[in-house]
């Protein structure tokens, strides 16, 4: 397996960790840059360009990329969440820096700071004339409201630090921890439900989901075809992972263990022969 590329220095921590666990769910899934294109809709390039942390991806491709894995992808989808904030943040301060500079120019004074002017000396001359003390320099007009917003975008990165290191804290510790979502989040990432009915139909198996068809599927493949070769697998003993319709590498794994078994070719493609062997 080739080695990652090392990440650019000013990466912001929370992307460099979002980075890091997308690269984690790429290599055990043991997809190639093309497979993952192919599963996920996005180009090969967009692939390599997220997992060097050249650019943020989107929140769609880090949900397929969750999917293809099996794995839950709420936790990935808050540290997305975090680093567009963070990123939207950097963005925001030089915009600011702009607005002040525009406004000083509208007020006709110069974008440096104001040099201290002093008042003339008293006209009175003699042995007790004081001089007057030069004023101070008076504020910018306009500058409080931008000082105090740029202030509220540090406060709100910090908080999200500290929110992001305590959600990584609970999720080391507790794994697989359920998480409660909003119904619209767990409709997006939720794949297909597929139900194992196995029985026997004119002296063949059968889970009831294609219709007894023998169609040859591939590594890659995905639909009824693939969760029906799922749970005559599980049936037999083998466990394929889940019955998601996904043909991924733990069905692979699981359709080579069966071809082995039945003293098939084991090359991992579910021909005439092997449904014939699932069937049987």
């Given at each position: 397996m080739p080695r990652s590329k090392t990440l650019p220095a000013e990466l912001d921590p929370s992307a460099r960790q979002l980075v890091a666990r997308l690269r984690r769910l790429k290599d055990h899934s043991e997809l190639t840059m093309r497979?993952?294109?192919?599963?996920?809709?996005?180009?090969?390039?967009?692939?390599?360009?997220?997992?060097?942390?050249?650019?943020?991806?989107?929140?769609?491709?880090?949900?397929?990329l969750a999917r293809i894995a099996g794995t839950d992808p709420v936790p990935l989808l808050a540290l997305h969440e975090i680093a567009a904030d963070s990123r939207d943040g950097r963005r925001a301060r030089p915009a600011v820096q702009q607005q002040d500079e525009q406004h000083e120019r509208d007020q006709g004074q110069p974008a440096g700071p104001t040099a201290p002017h002093s008042e003339p000396t008293s006209a009175h001359s003699g042995p007790t004339a004081v001089p007057t003390p030069p004023r101070a320099a008076e504020p910018t007009p306009g500058r409080f409201p931008h000082i105090a917003l740029t202030a509220g975008?540090?406060?709100?990165?910090?908080?999200?630090?500290?929110?992001l290191l305590l959600m990584l804290r609970l999720d080391d510790d507790a794994g697989q921890a359920a998480v409660t979502?909003?119904?619209?989040?767990?409709?997006?990432?939720?794949?297909?439900?597929?139900t194992c009915r196995i029985a026997r139909v004119d002296g063949r198996w059968s889970a009831g989901i294609n219709q007894g068809r023998d169609t040859e599927i591939v590594y890659?493949?995905?639909?009824?075809?693939?969760?029906?070769?799922q749970c005559l697998l599980r049936r037999a003993g083998?466990?394929?992972?889940?019955?998601?319709?996904?043909?991924?590498?733990?069905?692979?794994?699981?359709?080579?263990?069966?071809?082995?078994?039945?003293?098939?070719?084991?090359?991992?493609?579910?021909?005439?022969?092997?449904?014939?062997?699932?069937?049987?």
């Open positions: 497979q993952l294109a192919a599963k996920t809709g996005y180009s090969a390039k967009s692939w390599e360009r997220y997992l060097g942390g050249v650019s943020l991806p989107p929140r769609e491709a880090v949900e397929a975008i540090a406060a709100l990165a910090v908080a999200l630090s500290a929110v979502t909003s119904p619209r989040t767990t409709a997006a990432s939720s794949p297909p439900s597929y890659g493949a995905s639909g009824a075809d693939v969760a029906e070769a083998i466990s394929p992972g889940g019955i998601d319709g996904m043909f991924g590498p733990l069905t692979l794994r699981a359709v080579k263990t069966f071809q082995d078994r039945a003293g098939l070719t084991v090359d991992g493609m579910l021909g005439p022969r092997s449904w014939k062997a699932l069937r049987g």
